[in-house]
């Protein structure tokens, strides 16, 4: 029987990274994983408020965050910064100064918060920006093998060895749940050196909900 893991996880200390990166007491510890999270949902609800929103993808591909002794510093990786409402040096500004509050609130370190937006180069090589916009398709009904194709695409473009697409649920309103996937290049899951990322994203649509999944080799060390 398969045993299936995820592929980041796997491959952590070798191609892939933390993405909170920080040490605390383990009686403490559940307090700074509650912080992680408040300060990814809010920050993920604001650019949500204050994004012209391109093809449905908010373009947001991953949020790290590091904290020291007296600083915490919050990396925002983007696909599309440039469709923020405000200019992004205001938004910034606001966006750190309600993350300090909710820090603030959080624990008595006070700790100062600083925020730094980066441009990702090739927005759809990363899977959660990718898995956005299909998704987006998806609602729209396009039928999902011109989804996937379309997808594929755009991925080809970037550059990247290799893509796997799955698709689980009620495809296209049909009765019975099924699963479709399409693989185009090489994706080597069991290889540990190879730098694959991957993302697991659920859309809503009329028919229920989709499971999305996306894999996608770029490098091999």
Same mark, same amino acid.
């Given at each position: 029987m398969g045993q299936k893991i995820n592929p980041l996880g796997f491959r952590l200390g070798t191609s892939q990274s933390h993405h909170s990166l920080?040490?605390?007491?383990?009686? *403490?510890?559940?307090?700074? $994983? @509650? #912080?992680?999270?408040? &300060?990814?949902? *809010?920050?993920?609800?604001? $650019? @949500? #408020?204050?994004?012209? &929103?391109?093809?449905?993808?908010?373009?947001?591909?991953?949020?790290?965050?590091?904290?020291?002794?007296?600083?915490?510093?919050?990396?925002?990786?983007?696909?599309f910064p440039n469709l923020l409402k405000e200019e992004k040096s205001q938004a910034i500004k606001k966006l750190q100064s309600d993350v300090q509050t909710i820090c603030n609130s959080l624990n008595s370190l006070n700790r100062k918060v600083n925020i730094a937006i980066i441009r990702i180069k090739e927005p759809y090589g990363h899977p959660k920006i990718l898995a956005e916009y299909l998704a987006e398709q998806l609602k729209n009904r396009v039928p999902f093998r011109k989804a996937i194709q379309k997808a594929i695409e755009l991925t080809e473009k970037t550059g990247t060895k290799g893509i796997q697409i799955q698709i689980a649920g009620r495809i296209e309103g049909n009765e019975i749940a099924r699963v479709e996937w399409i693989r185009k290049g090489r994706v080597p899951l069991q290889t540990i050196r190879a730098k694959i990322d991957y993302c697991s994203y659920t859309v809503r649509t009329i028919y229920g909900a989709l499971g999305i999944k996306i894999w996608i080799f770029t490098d091999e060390r």
């Open positions: 920080w040490f605390e007491q383990p009686k *403490y510890y559940f307090e700074g $994983l @509650q #912080e992680d999270k408040k &300060i990814r949902d *809010y920050i993920q609800n604001f $650019l @949500q #408020e204050n994004m012209r &929103i391109f093809a449905g993808v908010e373009g947001i591909g991953r949020i790290e965050i590091q904290k020291g002794i007296d600083l915490i510093q919050v990396i925002i990786y983007m696909g």
